[in-house]
């Protein structure tokens, strides 16, 4: 049995409780357990200590980049458009995404390192894609300018939450619209009376009516796929919610 945590680093008690059941099961098969962490440091010297039995075998070792040099990285990048691709066709059959995908031209920089971060690029291919299909207006516009990929995904998304918004009959300044995607991804909700109370609070819909807030509410409730337990959905990848959220603290650290 092979049993995975990610951000093992934000589940210290969880896994207080979990290693001393599994050093005690004797009528199991065996058992791994691969932490994911973005660090180690103090939490897993200290997890070692209180759990010397469970984990004194445990090896410990650093992920290198998936894609070392740049003729790996085009291979992962055309990879990246073309499934981009199929999907967007899948979803949008009144645009030749396939035949976009043939327009895409690789980065000239694949060697540098935040081309070592698959994540990056798959980003990369997405907005290459999205330029040579001629969505979302202007990126092409916005490329030489030097901004991060995380800005530029999120022009797309930001186009995304005004358009959507609109079909719910909502009409929000567009940063009032951001803040409530940024809440719903921070904050969370588990119910509708806390998505309420949660909305209640955020600049720009403090003293809405009630029903203006309901409205907001069901943007946002199907704005992005929520997971068990969540009533909202969140903005994904983590790397462009971080991105997002550190953003509007920068720009108002009181919110």
């Known amino acids: ?29 065996p058992i791994r357990l691969l932490l ?13 200590v209180e759990n010397h039995q469970a984990l004194n075998a445990a090896t410990q070792f650093r992920l290198l980049p998936l894609d070392l040099d740049a003729a790996a990285r085009k291979d992962a990048f055309d990879e990246a458009v073309a499934a981009f691709a199929k999907a967007l ?13 043939a327009d895409v031209t690789s980065p000239q920089d694949l060697d540098t390192d935040k081309y070592a971060v698959p994540l990056l690029l798959q980003m990369s291919a997405l907005l290459a ?19 991060p990929l995380e800005r530029l995904m999120l022009e797309h998304e930001q186009r995304y939450w005004t ?73 994904e990848p983590d790397r462009i919610a971080e991105h997002h959220i550190g953003a509007l603290a920068a720009d108002d650290p009181g919110l």
């Open 89 to 101: 066709h899948a979803m949008d059959e009144k645009r030749n995404w396939l035949g976009c995908a």
């Open 129 to 147: 894609l999205l330029r040579a299909g001629g969505e979302p207006d202007g990126l092409a516009a916005l490329e030489p300018t030097g901004l």
């Open 163 to 235: 358009r959507t918004a609109a079909e719910h009959g909502i009409s929000l300044y567009p940063d009032t619209l951001g803040i409530a995607v940024a809440a719903a991804t921070f904050l969370g909700a588990a119910t509708k009376t806390e998505a309420l109370a949660t909305l209640a609070r955020l600049p720009g819909l403090r003293g809405e009516p009630e029903d203006r807030l309901f409205a907001i509410n069901g943007w946002l409730r199907n704005l992005y796929p929520s997971s068990p337990g969540q009533y909202w959905g969140r903005l």
């Open 36 to 48: 994911l962490a973005r660090t180690d440091g103090d939490w897993w010297r200290d997890l070692r």
């Open 1 to 29: 049995i092979l049993l995975i945590s990610d951000y093992a680093e934000t589940r210290t008690s969880q896994f207080g409780r979990l290693l001393p059941l599994l050093s005690e099961a004797s009528d199991v098969p």
